[in-house]
Nanobody, 120 residues
Framework: QVQLVESGGGLVQAGDSLTLSCAASGRTFNAMAWFRQAPGKDREFVAS????????YYAESVKGRFTISRDNAKNTMFLQMDSLKPEDTAVYYC???????????????WGQGTQVTVSS
């Protein structure tokens, strides 16, 4: 059974840092990604990483502030979030699949989400 379990969310102040984790079990994936969804908004792409080539992609809104990485041995992906802004407030989801998609509806596996709240 495939499971993705996120952790690391919380309430922080603007300018603070948080690190999210996504532990995968049941299989490995060629691509993993972070998405986020703020209240009343569509789910949006944040960052992705290839499992083999480790190629990374970032949304423009987080480029230079967020860093995606993974630990193959632990089948775990991370999102280091620095210089957090109130507009980063959202539920953050990890996703996994064999192909990297920009469209969240195309990803097959999702975690349950973890809340990140950034106060001003």
């Amino acid at each position: 059974q495939v499971q993705l379990v996120e952790s690391g969310g919380g309430l922080v102040q603007a300018g603070d840092s948080l690190t999210l984790s996504c532990a995968a079990s049941g299989r490995t994936f060629n691509a993993m990604a972070w998405f986020r969804q703020a209240p009343g908004k569509d789910r949006e792409f944040v960052a992705s990483i290839g499992w083999g080539d480790r190629r990374t992609y970032y949304a423009e809104s987080v480029k230079g502030r967020f860093t995606i990485s993974r630990d193959n041995a632990k089948n775990t992906m991370f999102l280091q979030m620095d210089s957090l802004k109130p507009e980063d407030t959202a539920v953050y989801y990890c996703a996994a699949d064999n192909v990297l998609y920009a469209d969240p509806s195309l990803w097959d596996y999702w975690g349950q989400g973890t809340q990140v709240t950034v106060s001003s």
